[in-house]
């Protein structure tokens, strides 16, 4: 753009060059021509010199002439070329001022207008989420957003202050919401690293990001979030805004808050954190899920490192205590330090619609979940398959844990969470083989039949099917006690040819199995297929003293802010069995501990009882025990049906749970199975007694008389029809029991 007083010049002379033109010009030295008349010769021209006029005096108040003239405008030629540098830089940067002052007026209107609204600042919109409570108050697992209540900046230790500013914002307390000096550091240090390595971003900048804007990194969004930085500034004190940003930021496991994520990760309240606890949660802004510790404990704890270091050189501690923070690391609750929780976690999100709906506002839920079971629970699991991998060519195993009310302990569904989110204690459907067995024994005992009963282990035949047992030999005779702690096959299927399979069907419906099972003489064996959590929960009848359960991991459900949705009342359908039906079956399945199939259970001077299973082929074996105050199912397989190698539930499921049950009720009250039952004393003087539990007979094969059959049910039972139910269409008709199944600090 050229000189303003230039192009002012032109314009005048352009306008009145016509004027110019005509304009006289004013006398001034020069020659003139002359004439005279002279006598004789007439007249003449001459030229003589004309003496130059006086100039005239410009009138009162006249100005200058519109026009300059040509020597004029030379002048102020020369004149304005022989300005100094400094002249014109000040010239200059006066007239780009101007333009850039315009320029950003309406730069920052426009993106004014586009900005989200801020009326309400402290009333923020959440998503709902969902946090999960153990028995014991201590918080379990955050799923959804998890947000901790607002918590006032005095009541935060000074140290975590200091360590979020020391790792995020150092000169927070000076700068107004945007850092230059932060911006142009972050700039040298990625140009020299040739990548991202540091932001330049402030505290505020974050908060303003966090609370109204995206994550998306565009050059729109940044600018918006420079001016919002710049009105909180504006609008808020410092401390308000530090509230806010501590009270808001994202920590990793779903945590929003530092309050929510120290409730999180160690089961305390921010206002207790210890320093290498503030330190741990102030390294996580950097990348919160990155740095979680229940992602990664170790990886959290080099980075909490580092934030103690970073304090240090900024004086907000001495040397010492940053020393002792880094030799005494945080350490998480017992709940967030195990993965596996997660199965029950799932387990329990499911359920949490039928008690609550889909609400749009955070819930409390609190469970069942005992957090020590729930770590023993998972340490003799990946014990167990660590030991036993190679030579027992088992993969996966799964362990529950209930009270003998259905209440829902501990639940393991495999060996590692992290590999398989697919829970085997909930979902896997497997056939339970000899476990079933107590069912059978059940019905019989009902029916007058008692645990001296003398019944014949021989060969038989029902239908043409001629079951075996495990060892391929035959006992003679023995008590019905005998053959279910010993777990003979032809005695059970005699015991459920003589009651009915449709009794038997019944009997376990009562007990709450919802599975589908169909009346083939192979019923009697556990020839059909169920989960460990509907298994375990049946047990739990015999434990409690013969009342149903239904299995629950929920006591209550609430709001964030209070209302209470749901509170768990009773525990169960009622009592199913009789006294005197609870202590036979109790000295039964104690026998199969005392002197069984399951001997590797028994603990030392505590009362238990259960059972033993082992599903065709060696594809499935589990064991199911249970002392007065607790329940444990455990199952033990290859998720894609792989026979094992001769793994039996007296073997590696007895020893888990033998395990588990040390580690968990050594310090226990001992109290005796309830129901009373005194044995008759019966002579089986022809029984022989072997660690097989078989001897050798020739006997001829009896021939099992058929009953007449009742009609087939249609897979519904006593659950079914109490809550109109539909049971479960997953089993599968099995003919033969012979058929395979599918089964530095520095």
């Known amino acids: 753009m050229g000189d303003p007083i230039d192009l002012l010049t032109n314009w005048a002379l352009m306008a009145r060059s016509q004027q110019n033109r005509r304009r006289k010009r004013g006398a001034g030295p020069g020659r003139s021509q002359i004439e005279r008349r002279i006598p004789f010769l007439g007249t003449v021209r001459f030229e003589v010199e004309r003496p130059e006029k006086a100039a005239r005096k410009p009138a009162r108040g006249a100005g200058k002439p519109i026009i300059p003239s040509r020597s004029a405008r030379a002048q102020h030629s020369r004149a304005r070329d022989e300005k100094t540098p400094a002249a014109r830089i000040a010239y200059w940067g006066t007239v780009a001022g101007l333009w850039a002052t315009i320029a950003l007026g309406g730069f920052i209107l426009y993106y004014a207008m586009s900005l989200p609204s801020t009326d309400d600042l402290w009333d923020i919109d959440m998503s709902p989420g969902v946090t999960l409570v153990a028995a014991d108050g201590s918080p379990a697992v955050v799923r959804g957003q998890g947000h901790g209540m607002s918590v006032p900046l005095q009541d935060l230790p000074p140290y975590l202050i200091d360590a979020v500013l020391a790792t995020e914002d150092q000169r927070f307390f000076s700068h107004p919401g945007i850092d230059v000096f932060g911006l142009a550091r972050a700039m040298l240090a990625n140009l020299k690293a040739g990548t991202v390595v540091q932001g330049g971003s402030t505290l505020t900048q974050q908060l303003a990001k966090n609370i109204f804007l995206t994550p998306e990194r565009t050059i729109d969004r940044k600018i918006q979030e420079a001016m919002l930085a710049l009105w909180l500034e504006a609008k808020f004190t410092k401390e308000e805004i530090l509230t806010l940003y501590l009270n808001r930021v994202y920590l990793g496991g779903g945590a929003y808050g530092v309050e929510a994520a120290s409730q999180r990760y160690f089961g305390k309240s921010a206002r207790d954190v210890t320093l290498a606890e503030a330190a ?110 190679d030579a027992l060519g088992v993969t996966q195993a799964a362990i529950v844990v209930m009270t003998p009310d259905g209440a829902v302990r501990a639940m393991v569904g495999g060996r590692s969470y992290a590999q398989s989110q697919y829970n085997r204690a909930t979902n896997a459907e497997r056939q339970p083989g000899s476990a079933f067995k107590p069912f059978v024994y059940m019905a019989a005992m009902e029916q007058g039949l008692r645990p001296e009963t003398l019944r014949v282990d021989a060969p038989i035949s029902v239908d043409g099917w001629a079951p075996r047992n495990y060892t391929e030999k035959f006992g003679g005779i023995m008590t019905l006690s005998d053959a279910l702690s010993r777990s003979i096959n032809t005695v059970a299927v005699q015991v459920s040819e003589e009651v009915g399979r449709e009794n038997v069907i019944r009997t376990a419906r009562r007990l709450g199995f919802q599975s589908r099972m169909q009346p083939h003489p192979s019923i009697a064996l556990g020839t059909f297929e169920v989960t460990l959590l509907e298994l375990t929960a049946a047990y739990a009848a015999f434990a409690n003293g013969g009342s149903s359960v239904i299995p629950h991991g929920i006591d209550s459900v609430t709001t964030a802010s209070g209302e209470r949705l749901y509170e768990r009342r009773g525990t169960g359908v009622g009592r199913v069995m009789s006294g005197e039906t609870v202590g036979m079956m109790n000295y039964m399945l104690s026998e199969t501990i005392n002197s069984g199939t399951g001997r590797r259970a028994a603990l030392d001077g505590r009362p238990a009882a259960g059972k033993t299973g082992t599903s065709q082929d060696f594809r499935d074996a589990w064991f199911i025990g249970y002392t007065s105050d607790i329940v444990v199912g455990v199952w033990v397989g290859n998720d894609d049906g792989k026979p094992m190698n001769r793994v039996t539930g007296g073997g590696l499921p007895a020893a888990i749970w033998h395990d588990f049950m040390t580690r968990t009720q050594s310090g226990a009250r001992i109290s005796a199975l309830p129901g009373k039952y005194q044995p008759y004393d019966v002579a089986t003087s022809s029984i022989q007694q072997t660690d097989d539990l078989a001897v050798t007979t020739r006997e001829p094969v009896y021939q099992v008389p058929r009953r007449v059959r009742e009609e087939p049910e249609d897979g519904t039972g006593f659950f079914d029809n109490l809550f109109g139910l539909t049971g479960s269409a997953s089993g599968r008709d099995i003919d033969n029991m012979q058929r395979p199944g599918r089964n530095s600090w520095r």
């Open 280 to 389: 741990m949660l102030a390294g996580l802004l950097k990348a919160p899920s990155r740095y979680a510790p229940t992602n990664d404990l170790a990886r959290s704890r080099e980075r909490a490192a580092t934030v103690l270091a970073s304090m240090v050189r900024e004086e907000y501690i001495t040397h010492a205590d940053g020393q002792h923070a880094y030799d005494n690391p945080a350490r998480l609750a017992g709940a967030a330090r195990s993965q596996s929780i997660n199965y029950f976690a799932d387990w329990v999100m499911d359920l949490v619609p039928g008690f609550a709906g889909r609400p749009n506002a955070s819930l409390l839920v609190r469970t069942t979940l005992d957090p020590t079971m729930q770590r023993a629970a998972e340490r003799v699991v990946e014990d167990a398959i660590a030991r036993n991998r």
